[in-house]
T-cell receptor, first 114, second 110 residues
Framework: DAGITQSPRYKITETGRQVTLMCHQT?????MFWYRQDLGHGLRLIYY???????DKGEVPDGYVVSRSKTENFPLTLESATRSQTSVYFC?????????????FGNGTRLTVT | GESVGLHLPTLSVQEGDNSIINCAYS??????FIWYKQESGKGPQFIID?????DKRQGQRVTVLLNKTVKHLSLQIAATQPGDSAVYFC?????????FGQGTRLTINP
């Protein structure tokens, strides 16, 4: 049971470059989420998706793009990376909406923008 | 505004003792509460949840208590083990939004 996997585990990129973080889940959960985790801010929601081809902005969406052509995949793209996007990124999935169903998280991607 | 906070940023307990991690919330309309455990280098792991129509829910070695009168949530871990060392987050769900607390770091003394 693979659950939810994120890749890469670590990524270093330069300011201005485009980078894509991958997320794959094997549970066929309807909902998927992207969070970033920073000291002093905790977990903040970037984007979420209620189903394939449906995405919505979260708390901090600026500078990020998502897509969900298949239920199991939810890639997150930084179109032009900035140093402020250095963070640990977590993908999560759930059967229902986040406010009434438990989220199941991947182990994260640590992104450094130089 | 709504917020989820923790009374203590760190908690240190003796191995074998019971641990109690506290959490305060401010949105009285929240009706779903969750505890997560996050070990170093890993993602948050779901521990237990509780809905607002309950006061108490038990899992394996863990109990969550909800006091809606004072808007307080607690996680009790029985017979704390070294593997329980982690950061514990509470989260509240309501108004179509999930809000996470900052976390409490639990350390176990041998």
């Amino acid at each position: 049971d693979a659950g939810i996997t994120q890749s890469p585990r670590y990524k270093i990129t330069e300011t201005g470059r485009q980078v894509t973080l991958m997320c794959h889940q094997t549970w066929s959960h309807s909902y998927m989420f992207w969070y970033r985790q920073d000291l002093g801010h905790g977990l903040r929601l970037i984007y979420y998706s209620a189903a394939a081809d449906i995405t919505d902005k979260g708390e901090v969406p600026d500078g990020y793009v998502v897509s969900r052509s298949k239920t199991e995949n939810f890639p997150l793209t930084l179109e032009s990376a900035t140093r402020s996007q250095t963070s640990v990124y977590f993908c999560a999935s759930s059967r229902g909406a986040s406010y009434n169903s438990p989220l199941h998280f991947g182990n994260g991607t640590r992104l450094t923008v130089t | 505004g709504e917020s989820v906070g923790l009374h203590l940023p760190t908690l240190s307990v003796q191995e074998g003792d019971n641990s109690i991690i506290n959490c305060a919330y401010s949105n009285s309309a929240s009706d779903y509460f969750i505890w997560y455990k996050q070990e170093s280098g890993k993602g948050p792991q779901f521990i237990i949840d509780i809905r607002s129509n309950m006061d108490k829910r038990q899992g394996q070695r863990v109990t969550v208590l909800l006091n809606k009168t004072v808007k307080h949530l607690s996680l009790q871990i029985a017979a704390t083990q070294p593997g329980d060392s982690a950061v514990y987050f509470c989260a509240e769900g309501g108004a179509q939004k999930l809000v996470f607390g900052q976390g409490t770091r639990l350390t176990i003394n041998p």
